[in-house]
């Protein structure tokens, strides 16, 4: 069990690495991060923001809405940028009246090169040795049966 555990970890690390190295080259951001930013842009268009100062606005959304976006700090009067690290529709309405990248806005959790470093560690391969007990005979060995009680019976008068 744990040998099947190493093998399987040993290859997902493998996988992830190699896919980090030939897909996402030349890329800022993991492609379902990229996706999730894409869909609150469509949100975006039915924000007005309003500029405070550099970086503080007021966003206002047409059901008569208002939220405070503070650039500086990556936050939202809607929580939600605070909580997941990514630009809210308030967010990226206000990103997008300073004409920033929004990439740049993005927890740095989420970068390629966070993800990189995440699957840059690698398991060692191991030979098994004659004579080793293997897992499941590990398991026999180690294992006992079951204390079965003793029965004691009452004598008869």
Known sequence: MLEWI??????????????CERLWEGKKLC?????ELNRR????????ALKSTSELYEVE????????????????SCREWDLSGIPCCHGLSAI??????????????YTIETYNKVYISTLQPMAIMKGLVSGRNLLRNFLM???QRQC???KPH
């Open 6 to 19: 190493r093998m399987s970890l040993m290859k997902r690390l493998h996988v992830n690495r190699d896919k």
């Open 31 to 35: 492609p379902t991060v990229r996706e």
């Open 41 to 48: 842009m469509g949100k975006a268009c039915d924000c007005i």
């Open 61 to 76: 959304t047409f059901d008569g809405r208002r939220y405070f976006v503070d650039l500086k700090n990556m936050s939202c």
């Open 96 to 109: 997008g009246a300073e004409k920033l990248d929004m990439e740049d806005f993005v927890h740095s959790c």
């Open 145 to 147: 049966k079951p204390h």
């Open 152 to 154: 004691f019976y009452r």
